[in-house]
């Protein structure tokens, strides 16, 4: 019967699970830097990280549990080691770690600390619906005047929106570090690619002072820029800010008859 | 029938345990960074197309689509957006290229020009072209070199030698900090590097812009980089058309290499955390700015920005960051306000100041009121220091000290500082006793030598209001030396006025927010530097109880762990034949 080869399943588990972490810890922030082509490493979010520590855990016992075998082999790596040196010297490891770890997690959970706050942000709140009917008064003008318009707003855009937003409309202004919620980046295609005009024209407008309560306003610093710019010089703006962005907005869905 | 059961109830219990722990644990560490993305000096050039008449043509159309908003459409940094900046675009018609690997007076090589255009230009409005590939930043570089006619007469243009530096030492570090002085880099950098010399506020340069020396303490903005290399390469090659001359000529080049080692060492990165943890003191809070138990705890740095979001808008602020640290003890809180500044010229209307603003309530969750002077639902407490208005009350004290009878100064020092700000409302009922009797408090005890600040309340920038004097319960006390300003701000945790004043509780995330005016840059009222939410936390001392309940937890999974091994170990599961 002590002929039977030990099972290492259970180390196996620990260390899939210890991997899974590693790469969600560590090397994910690095592949997204280079995916997103950011030049800093992006965090997973605690959360983000704790469901798929669960998963990975559940997984990983769904798997030893698949069938009698297998988790009787599991559960067999508690059984003695006889003269398996490095079973005895795992099953040790572990015997140990499982309640330092406990204890661990016990003391930095009570001790009293500062959760870090969390913060979100909701991308695209709902249009209003004032602002769902308004036109650009520029949509159906000739050619010639677009162009002109649109000249007339980048020169607009660099005046006052640069300063956040960036000379590439990118969200790295000269002031964009200042405000804890970046600045958008106008060149991402999940920004203003992603919405009508109209919103673009709700957000300069009213700015973040004129946003819902889930959107965090008191975060936002985006002016109200309804105290200086008239509602044509916005409309310029767009226009403008579209081009210095190098993408389009979502053109509204035909009318439903 | 019985072991099936059996199996199961490990199998959850297993489940749970482990998906516990990993629970707490994520839990634990919540991920709070702020990024800071300075644009940094890229050495790097790639892709070198030669200069035909057809890669300026192609440069001229991309400069007219990106360049010429700041730069003009006749190159001579006169564009459109011109005025809004500073500093102002390069002048690409004159010689005035600062960030050059040749000589003092010459133009830069193509490959400068590449760098800076790669790179962007920290502190400026120049952005890194990482949208522009690497052939249409070498066209544009072709066209801008159109606009000085001076590129194409002295086509040689020679790199300064930058190789052969000594690493840094101790030695080198001191040596150089000689020759900081030696060689007059402190009439301009002023003592400590802070950009504050002797002839730092007489340079102008033309339209009246003074020459500002950068200040060396802050590595983020050390324009050209901030390695050894990048300073060496300044001091050596000068920044043109500017007071900063070559030093070639006049250290040896391992002199400058000293000097380099010493400016990197004064410089610091920033260092910003979203939570700014209150230290809990026995006895005594600090005596003052300088009170050497302040260096003993670390400070956090805001990046600042101008304030942009009432009208009218400030677009170039002379601060940049801040740094703050905090310390409580049973009764009052206390701040410390650091920030560069290169003046110390404060009259009436135009003083440095700083103010520190709470909302004046805690909300649930992550409500707060708008970061920029609250809203009208939701207010904001300011605790507003005037280095003005302080020198003021500290001669007032003075003489009152001095003849030691009761005059009534107080009043109309209220006065003056109700017609600082506008927009305040119906703060005018200054009585003067209580003027006086806040100034005598202050002097007593704990706070020697500081004033009375003002406490405001606002919600939204145009309903500002002054607290009324009996709720005035912060004091205030500055100190500026060597280009820096230190001011200590302290407050009760817990006033009275529950409805107007943030009341500092332990364990709580308060959110605090600052501003900063420079005087000398005309800066007042909605003119100022800002900084959006960040919060403030009163660090609470580990109670014993923590201890025990990790020791029991550590007990109690050793029980646990035991026993499910002994079950195991009793009824092993049968391993199945097949």
């Known amino acids: 019967m002590s002929k039977k080869k030990n099972s290492y399943s259970m180390m196996m588990v620990i260390v899939s699970v210890l991997i899974v972490f590693a790469i969600i810890k560590v090397i994910a922030p690095y592949v997204f830097m280079i995916l997103l082509a950011k030049d800093h490493t992006m965090p997973t979010p605690s959360t983000l990280l704790l469901w798929y520590m669960i998963l990975a855990i559940l997984a990983c016992l769904v798997y030893v549990s698949t069938s009698d075998l297998k988790w009787a082999n599991f559960l067999s790596f508690i059984l003695p080691a006889g003269d398996d040196k490095l079973k005895l010297l795992f099953q040790k490891m572990i015997v140990i770690s499982i309640p330092l770890l406990v204890g661990w997690f016990v003391y930095s959970g009570t001790v009293p600390g500062t959760a870090s706050p969390v913060e979100l942000r909701i991308q695209h709140p709902t249009l209003l619906q004032e602002?769902?009917?308004?036109?650009?008064?520029?949509?159906?003008?000739?050619?010639?005047?677009?162009?002109?318009?649109?000249?007339?707003?980048?020169?607009l855009y660099q005046q006052n929106c640069r300063p956040c937003h960036g000379s590439k409309a990118d969200g790295n202004g000269p002031f964009a570090n200042a405000f804890r919620l970046r600045p958008i980046n106008f060149t991402d295609p999940g920004t203003i690619a992603t919405v009508v005009e109209n919103f673009a024209f709700w957000r300069i407008k009213e700015g973040g002072p004129g946003l819902p309560a889930v959107s965090t306003p008191w975060d936002s610093a985006m002016p109200a820029w309804k105290d200086v710019l008239t509602d044509t010089q916005i409309w310029k703006i767009i226009m403008g800010e579209y081009v210095t962005a190098g993408v389009q907005a979502r053109q509204r869905e035909e009318m439903e008859h | 029938m019985s072991k099936i059961k059996y199996n199961l109830f490990l199998r959850s219990v297993l489940i749970c345990v482990i998906a516990g722990v990993f629970a707490i644990?994520?839990?634990g560490e919540g991920v709070a960074q702020t990024s800071q993305l300075f644009r940094v000096y890229k050495k790097d050039v790639n892709g070198k197309i030669p200069e035909t008449s057809d890669a300026v043509a192609a440069g001229k159309k991309i400069y007219e689509i990106k360049c010429y908003y700041c730069h003009g459409i006749k190159g001579d940094g006169n564009g459109s957006d011109a005025p809004r900046l500073d500093p102002k675009p390069r002048n690409f018609t004159r010689d005035e290229y600062k960030i050059r690997s040749t000589g003092q007076g010459v133009l830069p090589t193509d490959e400068d020009l590449f760098r800076i255009i790669s790179s962007g230009v920290e502190g400026t409005a120049m952005p890194f072209w990482n949208t522009l590939t690497s052939a249409e930043r070498w066209q544009v570089i072709y066209y801008i070199k159109t606009f000085n006619s001076e590129f194409k007469e002295k086509a040689e243009r020679s790199e300064v030698a930058i190789a052969g530096?000594?690493?840094?030492?101790?030695?080198?570090?001191?040596?150089?900090?000689?020759?900081?002085?030696?060689?007059?880099?402190?009439?301009?950098?002023?003592?400590?590097?802070?950009?504050?010399?002797?002839?730092?506020?007489?340079?102008?340069?033309?339209?009246?812009?003074?020459?500002?020396?950068?200040?060396?303490?802050?590595?983020?903005?050390?324009?050209?980089?901030?390695?050894?290399?990048?300073?060496?390469?300044?001091?050596?090659?000068?920044?043109?058309?500017?007071?900063?001359?070559?030093?070639?000529?006049?250290?040896?080049?391992?002199?400058?290499?000293?000097?380099?080692?010493?400016?990197?060492?004064?410089?610091?990165?920033?260092?910003?955390?979203?939570?700014?943890?209150?230290?809990?003191?026995?006895?005594?809070?600090?005596?003052?700015?300088?009170d050497a138990a302040w260096g003993t705890i670390d400070a956090v740095e805001l990046p600042l920005a101008g304030q942009i979001v009432a009208s009218p808008r400030f677009w170039t602020p002379s601060t940049n960051s801040i740094r703050i640290k905090s310390l409580y003890n049973g009764e009052n809180i206390a701040f410390l306000l650091e920030w560069d500044d290169r003046t110390n010229e404060q009259d009436e209307i135009y003083s440095d100041a700083v103010a520190l603003q709470f909302p004046t309530k805690i909300y649930e969750g992550q409500q707060k009121p708008y970061f920029a002077m609250g809203d009208s639902g939701k207010g904001v407490e300011l605790l507003h220091w005037r280095a003005y208005d302080e020198a003021v009350l500290a001669a007032q004290r003075t003489e009152d000290d001095g003849i030691k009878t009761?005059?009534?100064?107080?009043?109309?020092?209220?006065?003056?500082?109700?017609?600082?700000?506008?927009?305040?409302?119906?703060?005018?009922?200054?009585?003067?006793?209580?003027?006086?009797?806040?100034?005598?408090?202050?002097?007593?005890?704990?706070?020697?030598?500081?004033?009375?600040?003002?406490?405001?309340?606002?919600?939204?920038?145009?309903?500002?209001?002054?607290?009324?004097?009996?709720?005035?319960?912060?004091?205030?006390?500055?100190?500026?030396?060597?280009?820096?300003w230190q001011v200590m701000i302290t407050r009760p945790l817990i006033t009275g006025d529950k409805k107007i004043d943030v009341q500092f509780e332990k364990g709580k995330l308060i959110p605090y927010a600052l501003a900063v005016w420079d005087?000398?840059?005309?800066?007042?009222?909605?003119?100022?530097?800002?900084?959006?939410?960040?919060?403030?936390?009163?660090?609470?001392?580990?109670?014993?109880?923590?201890?025990?309940?990790?020791?029991?937890?550590?007990?109690?999974?050793?029980?646990?762990?035991f026993w499910v091994v002994a079950r195991i170990r009793r009824f092993p599961t049968e391993i199945p034949s097949e």
């Open chain 2, 406 to 484: 009761e005059t009534d100064g107080g009043d109309d020092l209220e006065e003056e500082e109700g017609t600082d700000d506008a927009g305040v409302e119906g703060s005018e009922a200054a009585t003067e006793q209580e003027v006086e009797e806040v100034i005598e408090e202050a002097a007593k005890e704990e706070f020697k030598g500081f004033v009375t600040i003002k406490e405001m309340n606002a919600k939204g920038f145009k309903r500002l209001s002054v607290q009324p004097d009996k709720s005035q319960n912060s004091k205030g006390k500055g100190l500026w030396k060597n280009g820096k």
């Open chain 2, 519 to 561: 005087g000398s840059n005309s800066e007042i009222k909605g003119q100022k530097a800002i900084s959006s939410w960040y919060y403030l936390t009163l660090e609470m001392t580990t109670p014993g109880s923590v201890y025990i309940y990790a020791i029991v937890a550590v007990f109690m999974a050793i029980c646990i762990q």
């Open chain 1, 131 to 155: 602002f769902e009917k308004l036109e650009n008064p520029f949509a159906h003008a000739d050619e010639a005047t677009k162009r002109k318009c649109i000249e007339e707003g980048k020169h």
């Open chain 2, 25 to 27: 644990m994520c839990l």
């Open chain 2, 165 to 290: 530096g000594s690493a840094s030492s101790p030695d080198s570090i001191k040596r150089g900090q000689k020759l900081f002085k030696e060689a007059k880099c402190i009439l301009c950098h002023g003592e400590d590097g802070r950009g504050d010399g002797a002839l730092t506020t007489t340079l102008k340069k033309q339209w009246d812009l003074p020459f500002k020396a950068r200040d060396l303490t802050q590595s983020w903005m050390f324009k050209g980089g901030n390695t050894k290399e990048d300073i060496y390469r300044t001091v050596t090659t000068g920044l043109n058309e500017t007071p900063m001359g070559s030093y070639a000529d006049y250290l040896t080049d391992e002199d400058r290499w000293h000097l380099s080692h010493y400016v990197k060492s004064i410089s610091h990165d920033m260092k910003t955390d979203v939570v700014l943890k209150s230290k809990l003191v026995d006895g005594n809070l600090p005596s003052g700015p300088e």
